[in-house]
């Protein structure tokens, strides 16, 4: 019993960490505005490295991406925690990403807390991953490339961790991670079949 209480605490404290959106609230300070009213709407990273500034785009993209690894980081450095209950905190960051309990639970879409998961498990993969994918996808996609570079990466690093020697504990957190977060992000596929189909 007292296991599963241990794995509810890391869920639910991941995602409460991770209901805080910093494209939300850096904005706000920023310019005083509302970020789901610019560029494609989305609270994320992206929307404000496109539509408002690259330098704050990219800070946003790296507070995301520490609102699951350092969580993860204290957790293994003050409680030991084992590797599947760290990968709940890292899972709970990413649906409080999604679904925010601060904003009514209206979110973004997750790739960088996902890379702050696989930055704390695989970081290597996610290295390699992110030498050769960037090459690879502007060479293939012509266009919109900033829309394929997250999802590749990420799932080129998740196809990595599968063949590397890592426990099947961390095996398990890699492929819910993927799974969970672009589960949120399905609608999305058949705009994407359509960019290949059209990519020249």
Known sequence: MRVY??????????????SILFA??????????????????NPGAQNIYLHVSKILGALTGLLDAFKSLIPMIIADYYFTLPDFALGLIGIGALYGHIYPLYFNFQGGKGAAVIMGIFLFFVRWELLIAFIVVPILVYIIFKKNQGVWLPFAVLMTTAT????????????TIMIATVVLGW??????????????????
Request: proline share 3%; aromatic share 10%.
């Open 5 to 18: 209480l241990i794995y509810l605490a890391c869920l639910v404290f991941g995602y409460l960490i991770g």
């Open 24 to 41: 939300e609230i850096l904005i706000k300070i920023k310019q005083g505005s509302d970020i789901r009213k610019m560029g494609n709407t």
């Open 160 to 171: 990595f961790s599968m063949f590397a020697g890592h426990s099947p504990e961390i095996k």
């Open 183 to 200: 589960s949120y992000n399905i609608r999305a596929l058949p705009v994407m079949v359509k960019m290949i189909l059209h990519r020249d």
